[in-house]
């Protein structure tokens, strides 16, 4: 076990220092922008004002509170002492609401929307994949270039057809947010029935993506297992293949686990953008009305809270790898 | 190397990838050349026209018609086209009303609807049915029979000197107009969008726009990924280390995150199109610069390498001539790849309001982007969005043939 440790310990080193860099890159570039948010909401808030010193008064105020006309330095510390602090600000678009309460009711949507689909996704698409390793010749030829298009067909592009095809024509499914726009959240049959069925398309759209990506990937790696010495050897050995298959399965299965946590930034960026398809009430939908309102303690919050996201699932991953992977232990154990 | 292409052009998927492509690279090229209009010059006043051929109607009435077609079902088709299915569900609520059988009533054979109504309707009758219901049916009543009346309609100019109108033409309800005769005709193929622009000229040149931003995104990432991936991987050490340390850091923050933050730091009025896509470019180096690395790591001590060194030549030297040749067809794969991925990318971004500014060329992203604000795809205009996923599914669809069909050929493992 003393090497596991060692090994937790230096994923935990890294989830920290990673942390830190993400801290820093989302606090410094959304800075750069040009042009002054702070005058752009007076300057909302103002129409009517005619007064100009009363206009710099209230220009003076925001400013203060923002924390916009002191040195970037100091507005950094101020900025990670907030964030640690669970503290995000307050929204320019959505002013005065505070940011923390925006995020507070997206994060759950796109938490239960995402994780459950990428995760489906890649285990049927491991599934299809080593089948059709497996069985090679019609099952093959049908699945590859079937997923092959698939993975490369824009994630918003899947959210737009499912959303034609079974929403607008058929009508199975609502086409737009999380919820009946007649409904208050609740915990009555109706309400929970209106989520299920605002849940399926943008799921299925996610789910859809992903197969198609990593079943190409897990073909590739069990077909190169199949042709291992090892396969062979069994074979000669008269072991069944049915166990033969257990084994390719298993150490095919292994790289496709660090290739999900290495895919995950990209998978959750493009389900984001499924997600504003379908006016799905998530981070991805919010990040959208943010960059509408060049709302920038919205935008930084949001990317960061992505971010940290992505980087724990990324930590559990490995973690779970490490626990899989017998040569890990016996690597650190050295 | 000629026996490499010969493998390379034996191989179907890459050959299918390589058509469809040529082909889009065809379209792009050749399309501007017989159609010389401004891909965003806006010519529909109004919003998604549907796909067609489009005749001026001013210049189809102004000169008296020598073509007079006797045709049996003229009369039947401009009455199916005349009555809205609005005026169908009136009419069969009428008839329902009057007493007719709702089985012997189908709104949807025309012939028989009209025949029912001629032999039923009596603008006496109320039915119980408030005045201006009436007052509707009668109207109705009217345009059906107006529909069935056989004169032709008068043309009418005013004066300029008395301001009266004068008859100046009729036109019958058997004559024709050759489209081939009228003045002006214009093909919109797939129709107009928002903003009434001519969607194929749009599309073809969003094509083009589109592959040149993947094309400098590819390279940008692909020049990134290959320098540090040879630099760490052939002199190591500390250079290693910290490449490595920000490869690893830029594999684990998601760079979805990296281009949103960046492409809304620069701002809506400074981002062009090259600018997105050198952006794109330089937060998607990663994957190349690992891969790049390891390959190098395994050929850093061959025997050729160490007889290299051996030799005297210089660092640049045995980059050039021992290394890049073993990865050359990796690169060229990991290029194609990126390519495709920077399409993607910028469509993504675009549809986040962060592409390249409007103004002044269409993106397949900020066509897709339109779309959607316009809500195209609830509407149920296809040509203003399917068209365009039909394009980015293509090049990526196609780039990936080629990646795949490469891959066969360079990783034997990987052969059928």
Known sequence: MKGYRKYFLNKLIWLLVTAVFAFILNFTLPRLMPGDPVAAIVARLAQGMSSSTGMKEVYEQYAELFGTNQPLLTQFFIYVRNMLQGNFGTSFSQYPRPVADILRTSLPWTIALQFPAIIVGWVIGNMLGALAAYLKKGFDKVLMPISIFVSNFPPFGMAVILMVLLGVNLKWFPTSGGYGFDLMPSFTWNFIWSVITHYQLPFWSIVIIAIGGQAIGMRSMSIYELNADYVKYSRFMGIKDRKIVGYVFRNAMLPQITGLALALGTMVGGALIAEIVFSYPGLGYTLLNAIMGKDYPLISAVTLIITIMVLLATFIIELLYGLIDPRIKAAQSD | ?416
């Open chain 2, 1 to 416: 190397m000629k026996h490499t292409f010969k493998q390379i052009f034996h191989s179907g998927k890459f050959v299918l990838g390589f058509c469809i492509f040529m082909a889009l690279l065809l379209l792009v090229i050749i399309y501007p050349i017989i159609v010389t209009d401004d891909p965003l010059a806006i010519i529909g006043q109004g919003t998604f026209f549907p796909p067609g051929i489009y005749v001026n109607s001013y210049d189809s009435i102004d000169k008296p018609s020598p073509y007079i077609l006797n045709l049996p079902d003229a009369a039947a088709k401009r009455i199916v086209s005349k009555l809205s299915e609005s005026d169908r569900q009136e009419m069969k609520d009428w008839l329902l009303a009057s007493g007719i059988p709702e089985n012997e009533i189908d709104t949807t054979d025309t012939a028989k609807l009209m025949e029912q109504w001629e032999t039923n309707y009596d603008p006496t009758k109320g039915l119980g049915m408030t005045y201006a219901k009436q007052r509707y049916y009668q109207r109705l009543d009217k345009s059906i029979s107006g529909l069935l009346s056989p004169e032709g309609k008068i043309i009418a100019a005013q004066n300029p000197d008395t301001g009266i109108l004068e008859q100046v033409g009729v036109i019958n309800q058997s004559d024709y107009v050759n489209v081939g005769e009228v003045a002006n005709v214009r093909v919109l193929m797939l129709g107009t969008d928002n903003f009434g622009r001519d969607m194929l000229t749009q599309l073809v040149k969003a094509i083009g726009v589109s592959l040149q931003i993947g094309i400098v995104a590819g390279l940008v990432a692909t020049a990134i990924g290959l320098t540090l991936g040879l630099l760490s991987g052939y002199i190591g050490g500390w250079v290693d280390d910290i490449v490595m340390f920000f490869t690893n850091l830029f594999t684990v923050i998601p760079s979805f995150v990296l281009l949103v933050l960046i492409s809304f730091s620069i701002g809506q009025d400074k981002r062009g199109a090259t600018t997105i896509a050198i952006v794109i470019g330089l937060t998607s180096w990663v994957w190349t610069t690992r891969s790049v690395r390891a390959s190098v790591i395994s050929l850093r001590n061959r025997d050729h390498v160490n007889l290299s060194k051996l030799s005297g030549h210089s660092i640049v030297h045995i980059i050039i001539n021992d290394i890049l040749p073993y990865i050359a067809s990796y690169v060229i794969m990991a290029l194609i790849l990126q390519i495709s991925a920077g399409i993607l990318t910028e469509a993504g971004l675009s549809i986040l309001g962060l592409g390249p500014r409007t103004t002044e060329v269409p993106t397949l992203g900020l066509m897709m982007n339109w779309a959607m604000i316009y809500q195209a795809h609830i509407l149920g205009k296809w040509w203003a969005y399917l068209p365009v996923l039909v394009a980015i599914a293509l090049i990526t669809f196609s780039m990936n043939l080629m990646n795949t069909g490469l891959d066969q050929i360079f990783n034997p493992a990987l052969r059928e």
